[in-house]
């Protein structure tokens, strides 16, 4: 499997619920970056997250990490239609000598009017 | 400020044709980086470039190629097209040289290889 992948890949709410995206990965990070892509379109950042910070909040968005884990979530509360889009988790990391971002599989989140 | 820019939005080409896709990174930004995204494969690294010098290059054939000019401007390009390069290819940049920045994404370029 790849180095971050997300989970659910599909995720269908009503307007007004939370959504909960979470994102495994395989080897130490120096940071984790969280995404929004819009249909066919290029990619918004949304958070950045350090590997010695355990959460972030930016407005509706909260997302936590667990080193030990290897994971992180990002929460989305109080959805809007808006926010219908796939979502990215992408690690940093050291290989071969560089710095590399890599990106997961994506979770497609349907927000329903 | 103007976002990152990718020209042209949309092509088509024929397989075995070659294709030069560009990027302009936002204005002072010396980093680019260049993904592949497809409906199989996601979204994959292709290479980066900081201060015309490529730092880093995925697991890609030698068919796909790129330069950056000295101001910041980057190019990518295929030869020798096959049907499976079609995707959607997007450019970020950064302001320094570290990963721990922020990306800036282009709108992308989507490549169909008839």
């Known amino acids: 499997s790849q180095q971050g992948e997300e989970d659910p890949q599909a995720l269908s709410i009503q307007e007004g619920e939370n959504a909960t995206m979470n994102c495994s990965y395989k080897t130490s990070i120096n940071n984790l970056q969280w995404y929004r892509q819009n249909s066919g379109r290029g990619l918004v950042h949304l958070i950045l997250?350090?590997?010695?910070?355990r959460e972030k909040h930016s407005g509706r968005l909260r997302v936590t990490l667990d080193t030990s884990k290897k994971s992180s979530s990002l929460l989305i509360t109080a959805s809007r239609a808006a926010d219908t889009a796939s979502y990215f988790c992408?690690?940093?990391?050291?290989?071969?000598?560089?710095?590399?971002?890599?990106f997961g599989t994506g979770t497609k989140l349907q927000v329903i009017p | 400020k103007a976002g990152v820019t990718q020209t042209p939005r949309y092509l088509i080409k024929t397989r075995g044709q070659q294709v030069t896709l560009s990027c302009s990174p936002i204005s002072g930004h010396r980093s680019v980086s260049w993904y592949q995204q497809t409906p199989g494969q996601g979204l994959q690294f292709l290479f980066e470039y900081f201060s015309e010098t490529q730092r880093n290059k995925g697991n890609f054939p030698g068919r796909f190629s790129g330069r950056q000019f000295s101001n910041s401007r980057s190019e990518m390009n295929v030869s020798t097209l096959e049907l499976g390069d079609s995707a959607l290819y997007l450019c970020a940049s950064r302001w320094g040289s570290y990963t721990n920045t922020e990306a800036f994404f282009g709108q992308g370029t989507r490549l169909t290889v008839v």
């Open positions: 997250i350090r590997s010695n910070e």
């Open positions: 992408a690690t940093d990391a050291h290989s071969g000598g560089y710095q590399k971002v890599t």
